[in-house]
């Protein structure tokens, strides 16, 4: 029994490192609901006075990207997200910016993405700044193109105010999310 299931593990990781070899196009986005703690500045005459709230977010990432060598991926991200915050705040944020990922055996993989984001409350007031992210997942190809990948994100925003640099925003958190991508 112990060598059926040495065959099978063996058969598995050559099958999956067939996907993800160089030259291999990966396209795909994930979902994924986000909860965690959030700052903001507002200013008051001279005082700027700094308020946290807890949130829930659901996003959606799509993203491409090709194989640079065997294991490592370069490529272009989006983060797409709406927001509810402790005080029936909404609003929507967008990201674009390059990311990387790189693969272990048995399809773990680690990534990394940094980009630019904008997040526009009401009709005038736009925040733009930085943002990104750090995780990990689990490739599980179904056949020999798409893999459904659940992973785990710790991700952050640090943004300012448009028309006032002085006032800033930023949160971070856990982000859990499923993607499908297709490799091809």
Avoid at 23 to 38: D, M, P, Q, R, V
Avoid at 51 to 75: C, H, R, Y
Avoid at 76 to 90: K, P, Q, W
Avoid at 158 to 180: P, Y
């Amino acid at each position: 029994m112990k060598k059926v299931w040495l065959l099978l593990t063996c058969l598995w990781s050559t099958a999956a490192m067939a996907q993800i070899s160089q030259g291999t196009i990966l396209a795909g986005g994930s979902f994924g609901i986000n909860f965690g703690k959030e700052y903001s500045e507002v200013r008051s005459g001279n005082t700027l006075v700094r308020t946290e709230q807890k949130f829930t977010e659901i996003n959606f990432n799509p993203s491409v990207g090709m194989f640079v060598s065997d294991e490592i991926a370069l490529g272009l991200a989006m983060d797409i997200f709406t927001r509810s915050v402790e005080g029936d705040h909404e609003y929507t944020t967008v990201g674009v910016g390059p990311f990387a990922r790189f693969y272990l055996p048995m399809n773990l993989f680690f990534e990394g993405y940094v980009g630019y984001a904008s997040q526009k409350f009401g009709k005038n007031t736009t925040y733009n700044g930085l943002g990104y992210s750090l995780g990990a997942g689990f490739a599980f190809f179904v056949n020999n193109h798409v893999a459904i990948e659940p992973a785990l994100r710790f991700r952050g925003y640090a943004l300012s105010n448009a028309d006032d640099k002085d006032l800033k925003q930023g949160r971070n958190g856990l982000l859990i999310g499923v993607g499908l991508q297709t490799y091809f």
